[in-house]
């Protein structure tokens, strides 16, 4: 299979695919600089404006005035503390729920009509409810990422579960296994790219809900600084909590795209 | 035959409950297996020969009769009794040494001594090159082989196998019947092979049963004597004069309409 000496054609057809590469990412950073030049000619020309719109510089002016006085820190760290307590608290009660379901076939029957109610229910319809029940502290803050993120995490680890290759199973009952050695060695492990797949989900959805909750009700929180930029109409407010959010979600994402790399060998 | 008995099948009979229907799956299957004894199996499909295999595996349990390995009466899974797949079964996020050790580790017989033992045994079956290796490196013989050593190692009385080889290609197929029956009868392993190759199963069995249409019974058994030169293999067992006139027998006793 593996050849050691390259061929000429198979070396034009390895570059043929690095160009290719390269020229889609030249085109996507090509867009991402033509919407900032466009969006900051545009606010300079005031076809549109600025005041509703904001504009880059704007925005960049901003960010370095909020992370020089000290405030912006602060807001970033609360949000993330939010986030990622939320998201591995979720993902891991709901790996323990999704295991007991897998557990016990019979509650899993008996739960599952109300998982499917709770998997379509706009999980943020919940979380003033949830605010109140809880408090409109941190931990509100906290159980809303959960409840947006959890139900996802279960179906998903659930259905991972229940779909482990039954004559792997067999294999491992010929040789005494119990059913906590069937978990461990075989279920568990066996999906972990589904899992994977799922932290992939649910960060994004913990993000939800923790920005839903600081709508509702917080102190500090990059949707806090959202609430508070268009409560007094500082559009710049806003949009650099949006760009402040969008880079902080892009760069967890890539944190766990790069867990799975490590895993990739055996996913084919 | 004087040898010791390894399988004693008594009266077995199965019958599956599905919601639909039910399915009497074997009736009325009497063999006695001694040691050293390889037996093919073969039937047409959906006869019941790898709910037989699963039976004496302690995998699912009999409707009627029961099933003695060594004496011991069958109703769980005994360590003395080694299961093979169709297809390998190797774990794909395990290296080739973890996937030869997962028998041991299950039953909590890994210590040193055993994974030394694994190892040499990956590098006498011409495997000492992938012992770290993962299984998607590995081609679908070598993946069989593993999944043998896997099996052994764990020192079985008793093999079964449930169409180990149907998953590879013809050519791969013959060398590794061969492998691996001169294997089991180097090792003096007792075996129940299922299979739907009735020429796999003649040039590697000293006894061939054929089961019935479902409800599968035992319609008839074949003592196999070949007259191969020196020592016989499942390769050279093909070449013996006696191997077509078999042939022919069995697949008249098997009776396949099309
Ligand atoms: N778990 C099960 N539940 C219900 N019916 C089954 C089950 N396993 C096998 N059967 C039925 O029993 C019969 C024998 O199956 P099997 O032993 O797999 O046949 P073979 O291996 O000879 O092809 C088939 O008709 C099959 O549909
Ligand atoms: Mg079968």
Redesign the interface.
């Known amino acids: 299979m593996s050849n050691k000496s390259i061929s000429k054609s198979h070396q034009e057809y390895l570059s043929a695919i690095k160009r290719r590469k390269r020229s889609i990412l030249i085109a996507q950073i090509g867009i991402l600089i033509l919407t900032l030049v466009l969006w900051e000619v545009a606010a300079n020309f005031r076809w549109i404006d600025p005041f509703i719109v904001s504009s880059p510089s704007r925005i960049v002016k901003l960010f370095i005035e909020y992370a020089t006085n000290g405030n912006l820190h602060k807001h970033v760290f609360v949000s993330l503390m939010e986030t990622i307590v939320g998201f591995a608290a979720g993902t891991i009660l709901g790996l323990i729920i999704a295991i007991g379901l897998w557990w016990s076939e019979y509650w899993a029957r008996v739960i599952d009509p109300y998982i499917v109610v709770l998997n379509s229910l706009p999980k943020t319809a919940l979380a003033p409810i949830i605010i109140i029940w809880v408090g409109a502290g941190y931990s509100g803050i906290i159980v809303t990422a959960i409840s947006v993120s959890i139900v996802v995490t279960i179906m998903n680890m659930y259905n991972s579960f229940i779909s482990t290759?039954p004559?792997?199973i067999?294999?491992?009952?010929?040789?005494?296994?119990s059913k906590p050695?069937i978990l461990k060695?075989?279920v568990l492990?066996?999906s972990?790219p589904n899992l994977i797949g799922t932290l992939k989900i649910s960060i994004g959805l913990s993000w939800v809900g923790v920005i839903i909750g600081e709508f509702l009700v917080s102190k500090a929180g990059i949707g806090y600084l959202i609430v508070y930029g268009s409560q007094v109409f500082k559009l710049d407010i806003v949009m650099m909590g949006v760009v402040i959010l969008a880079i902080i979600c892009a760069l967890m994402y890539k944190i766990i795209a790069s867990i799975e790399k490590h895993?990739i060998?055996?996913i084919? | 035959m004087d040898k010791a008995k390894v399988v004693e099948i008594k009266d077995l009979g199965i019958t599956y409950h599905t919601i639909e229907e039910e399915t009497e799956a074997l009736r009325d299957v009497n063999l006695d297996i001694y040691h050293n004894e390889i037996i093919g199996v073969v039937g047409p499909s959906g006869c019941g020969k790898s709910t037989l295999l699963s039976i004496i595996a302690g995998l699912i349990k009999p409707t009627k009769g029961s099933v003695r390995v060594n004496g011991r009466l069958v109703d769980k899974p005994l360590n003395n009794v080694g299961y093979m797949f169709q297809s390998d079964q190797l774990f794909e996020w395990r290296n080739i040494l973890n996937n030869v050790l997962l028998g041991l580790e299950i039953q909590g017989k890994l210590d040193d001594e055993a994974k030394e033992r694994a190892k040499e045994m990956l590098h006498s079956y011409g495997l000492g090159d992938f012992i770290y290796s993962y299984p998607y490196q590995l081609s679908g013989g070598m993946r069989q082989r593993v999944a043998l050593i896997r099996t052994l190692i764990l020192e079985p009385d008793l093999l079964l196998l449930d169409e180990p080889f149907s998953a590879l290609d013809y050519q791969t197929r013959l060398a590794i019947s061969d492998e691996i029956g001169t294997i089991l009868k180097k090792e003096e392993k007792t075996a129940i092979m299922v299979t739907h190759d009735i020429s796999e199963a003649i040039s590697m069995s000293d006894r061939v049963v054929v089961l019935s249409q479902r409800p599968g019974t035992i319609k008839k058994i074949f003592d196999i004597k070949l007259s191969c030169n020196k020592e016989r293999t499942p390769l050279k067992s093909r070449e013996a004069p006696e191997f077509r006139q078999y042939f022919n027998e069995i697949w008249r006793e098997l009776d396949i309409h099309v």
Request: charged share 35%; proline share 5%.
């Open positions: 290759d004559n792997k067999k294999l491992l009952k010929t040789f005494g296994a050695q060695k075989l492990p066996a972990i895993f060998k055996w084919e």
